[in-house]
């Protein structure tokens, strides 16, 4: 006979109270068993000492005889420090599916031709700008040339009055 050390659903309607229960792996799960070692209200908060009861000296013995316990269960047992329990480790567990990374592909190229597009805009209007001011400040080097070369005529017309 096959023993399993797991939880036994009681409580009401969205109020879970689970039994840690030593039970027959082959018997339903709020069915018959052999023992009740503990309780679990996981409404209680996490630091509650009410969270988990266990009677360890039962679980040590059920596990000496071979029970096997649930993943949550080997949890507590963990905690109460009579099993080690290794982390399990599933690095693709939070990785999206296929359609998730097709969309997200979709939208960092949009958001990239964005950029693109908002940048190629922003070197319009900085050259636009430039030829403003360069336009702005054309006409005043213009005056400054077109007086100087005045006066030049005036200083040449005037030498060439003296001289003659």
């Given at each position: ?8 659903r009681g409580g009401m309607k969205k109020r879970p109270f689970y039994r840690i229960v030593v039970a ?52 507590f047992l963990d905690a109460a420090g009579l099993r080690t329990r290794a982390a399990k480790v599933n690095?693709q567990k939070g990785e999206p599916g296929a359609k998730a990374k097709e969309r997200l592909e979709m ?58």
């Open positions: 006979m096959a023993i399993a050390i797991r939880l036994a027959d792996s082959r018997a339903p799960r709020d069915g018959k068993f052999l023992e009740k070692i503990g309780t679990y209200n996981p409404l209680l908060p996490r630091d509650d000492a009410g969270r988990v009861t266990l009677d360890t000296e039962r679980a040590a013995y059920w596990l000496g005889v071979g029970a096997q316990p649930t993943d949550r269960v080997a949890r690095p939208a960092a190229q949009k958001a990239a031709e964005a950029a693109e597009a908002a940048a190629a805009a922003e070197a319009e209007a900085a050259e636009a700008a430039a030829a403003a001011a360069e336009a702005a400040a054309a006409p005043a080097e213009e005056v400054a040339v077109e007086e100087a070369a005045v006066e030049e005529a005036a200083a040449d017309a005037g030498e060439g009055d003296k001289a003659e």
